[in-house]
DNA sequence: CAGCATACTGAACGCCGTTCATTTTGACAA
DNA sequence: TTGTCAAAATGAACGGCGTTCAGTATGCTG
């Protein structure tokens, strides 16, 4: 009688199948060069089977990008419960955030930089999918950032403006490098800490 | 025997009128919403006649946006010649970078967030054309940061550092604020503004 | 074994960028 | 005027894409 378990076992198993090859061409080449007909190609599926899994190709990519999201939340977690002053647990946050961008430069982009035309018809549990996952981790940025006030290692007038300010700023770093436009950057790991001490910096 | 005059007159003119066709169509909805076959339609030529003027896509959208970042520089440039003092000529130019992207956010987009690949086989003299402009725009800001330095209103140990430093920050805000991704942002202006003093306030 | 829901498929639609053999155009010399 | 010839423009085709849907296969249940 476990047949609809078994059942159940497979279409999961398939599915995981249609993400595994799904991420293996966005990790080629971004979102561009994923392909529903390659990805059926590698599955030994026909194009249109991948449709009874994921409601269309945006979908698909952005359960990828969920997943991936994740890890970087699970990161920040980490790097919370290291039991650090509240200012430098800001400052390692901010740099694994820019190592986690680099990292993962198709996810990065996609989210980040992909024209909101493109999601449009995502259902809205979807798109809370990964925006939400961005959302719970900006939270992390905000209460980071009020704690830092708090104990005065820090000084600003408004936390959520200085909070946003400090996502854009660490976003800036992380798409700029992100994206290799040929510019002749300076060494990187010392232009990411240069980055983050000027923005701490600033935080007054 | 001005024929040759009037030829050459009359390929310049559907040129620019390609470039017309193309522009709108970028305006609308960024890159992937220009289709040669959508220019070919509007200006009433088979899409094969565009090929006899731009060698592909990407060169005839690369072209486009030379021309609006030859805005930006002249732009800068006049900045400059406002005679401010360094500090605020440095100011006043970060500022406008960012409010010249939100005005063209296709451009921008296209220019510091395409994948690398897209460009790939792009000739070196048309690689150049956008690149180009953005290190003579880039080395304004190395400028602008040295003269600052050298009047003492700021303090760095690398002119070189901090230059990129800064423009990784106002790319954030600028490909931050760009791309709606549906983050409730506090109000624009404010924001763009604390962003820049809090960077200012980093270059010490 | 029949019925039936579930899973899957193949063909098609309408897009796309790009190429190239072919045709059209129009200025010039005879 | 007519014939020639380069330049300009074209239409059809190639191979790709995301997506839809009528129809087929599969395999469990009664």
Redesign the interface.
């Known amino acids: 009688m476990g047949t609809a378990e078994r059942r159940a076992r497979e279409k999961d198993e398939l599915r995981r199948r249609i993400l595994e090859a799904a991420t293996a061409l966005f990790l080629e080449?971004?979102y561009?060069s994923v392909s529903m007909r390659k990805i059926a190609d590698r599955i030994e599926y026909a194009p249109s089977t991948i449709y009874l899994y994921f409601k269309d190709k945006v979908e698909l990519v952005s359960s990828i990008c969920f997943e991936t999201f994740s890890e970087l939340d699970r990161r920040l977690e980490a790097i919370r419960n290291l039991g650090l002053t509240p200012i430098e647990t800001l400052r390692r946050s901010l740099i694994d955030y820019i190592h986690f961008g680099l990292e993962h430069p198709s996810h990065y982009?996609f989210?980040?930089?992909?024209?909101?035309?493109v999601f449009k018809d995502m259902g809205q549990d979807q798109?809370c999918d990964v925006?939400g996952m961005?959302?719970t981790s900006?939270n992390r940025l905000r209460v980071g950032i009020k704690a830092c006030m708090e104990d005065g290692s820090i000084r600003v007038?408004?936390v959520?403006?200085?909070a946003?300010?400090a996502?854009?700023?660490?976003?800036?770093?992380?798409?700029?490098?992100v994206?290799?436009?040929?510019?002749p950057?300076?060494e990187r790991t010392?232009?990411i800490e240069?980055?983050i001490?000027?923005?701490?910096?600033?935080?007054?």
Not at 111 to 117: R, S
Not at 168 to 177: A, C, D, M
């Open positions: 080449q971004g561009e982009m989210v980040f930089c992909t024209p909101p035309a798109r925006n961005a959302m900006f007038d408004d959520e403006t200085a946003q300010s996502w854009l700023f660490v976003h800036g770093v992380t798409t700029g490098l994206v290799d436009c040929g510019f950057f300076v010392m232009l240069s980055s001490d000027r923005l701490i910096r600033g935080l007054n």
